[in-house]
Nanobody
Framework: QVQLMESGGGLVQPGGSLRLSCAAS????????MGWYRQAPGKQRELVAT???????NYSDSVKGRFTISRDNAKNTVNLQMNSLKPEDTAVYYC?????????WGQGTQVTVSS
C-alpha cells in the first residue's frame, strides 16, 4: 500500500506564503496524476489542484492565480506553493491521486492563516 506523507504546513499571516510537500512511497509515482486536497473544520474535503503525469496543472477557482502545484518524479514528490494566503485557506491539506481510486489518506499538514 502506498504511503503518503505531507509536510510544510504552519501558521502564517494573511498575505503570506507556504510551500507544502508530499512524498509518495511508490516507484510508479511518475505514472499517476496527483492532487492536493484540503478539509476545513466542519466541511467536506475538496480538491485544490491537480497535476498530470506530464505536468499539466489545474486549479480550483478559489486558489487559481495564488497556488502552484508541481512535481518531482525523481524524488516521488508533489509540491504546492501557496501565495497570498487568506484566512479561508485554513485547513488540513492532503495529497493523493488526482482522480480514480485513492490511496489511503495520509495525516495531512495543517495550514492556519491568521493574524
Amino acid at each position: 500500500q502506498v504511503q503518503l506523507m505531507e509536510s510544510g504546513g504552519g501558521l502564517v499571516q494573511p498575505g503570506g506564503s507556504l510551500r507544502l510537500s508530499c512524498a509518495a512511497s511508490t516507484t510508479f509515482f511518475w505514472s499517476y496524476a496527483m492532487g492536493w486536497y484540503r478539509q476545513a473544520p466542519g466541511k467536506q474535503r475538496e480538491l485544490v489542484a491537480t497535476i498530470t503525469n506530464s505536468g499539466s496543472a489545474n486549479y480550483s477557482d478559489s486558489v487559481k492565480g495564488r497556488f502552484t502545484i508541481s512535481r518531482d518524479n525523481a524524488k516521488n514528490t508533489v509540491n504546492l506553493q501557496m501565495n497570498s494566503l487568506k484566512p479561508e485557506d485554513t485547513a488540513v491539506y492532503y495529497c493523493n491521486k488526482g482522480w480514480g481510486t485513492y490511496w489511503d489518506w495520509g495525516q495531512g499538514t495543517q495550514v492556519t492563516v491568521s493574524s
